[in-house]
């Protein structure tokens, strides 16, 4: 028997979720989705997006969220704006391509800063409004070669934190979700390089650097992910705006 899916009733209610073909934002698509919302699935893979749209009886925008330039009269009618969308890169600082680093900013930091003022006028009309960003544990620790996600995720964390002053007396919350290592195609596709800088196995950089400091020994699933987000879009959650759910398995507390 599948179980039955718990959670807000978000009928009516109109989603974008960014990097929506796969992984997190997936999974988040298809929560929403069965709570009632009418998901807009964005990302810049066109068949993996048109193939989770007809899934989820939603439907697809194919744009390249790094191309910022394009985004920048944009304006979308969504009730509830998820950004998820990112890429990982690992390298040392003094090896770490500048071209790189400058596009993960913009695809995972001005990009999100774009579509949630996109989305702003139109949250504030209707006066209710749930902006979540899926930040990471990196939002709120740093670890070694990753100068360019933990830069990135530590912005997004200000960015929410402002928005969420701006829109409190408006009906719009912001809020991030901080995950740990989450079993997704970004984690699974940086073993081999996590492995390359630390000289160590792929099964070594699993149990001995992904999960060194957390407390739980294991990936955090994508669908915890998209429990947080579905409980952020509730009643309940009204008052919780500017801070952070974090599901790590206990790294942050360690």
Known sequence: MTPMVTGPDLSGRRAVVTGAASGIGAAVAARLAELGAHVVVCDVDEVGAQSMAQRIGGEALVTDLSRTADLADLRLEADILVNNAGVQNVAPVEQFSHEKFAFMLRLMLEAPFLLSRAVLPHMYERGWGRIVHISSVHGLRASQYKAAYVSAKHG????SKVIALEGAAKGVTSNCVCPGYVRT??????????????????????????????????????????????????????????????????????
């Open 185 to 254: 195609p970004l984690v699974e596709n940086q073993l081999a390089d996590q492995a390359e800088v630390h000289a160590m196995s792929v099964d070594d950089v699993v149990s001995d650097v992904l999960l060194a400091r957390s407390a739980v020994k294991r990936l955090v699933e994508p669908d915890e992910v998209a429990g947080a987000v579905a409980f952020l879009c509730s009643p309940e959650a009204t008052s919780i705006t500017g801070t952070q759910l974090t599901i790590d398995g206990g790294w942050s507390a360690s």
């Open 156 to 159: 997004l964390e200000g960015l």
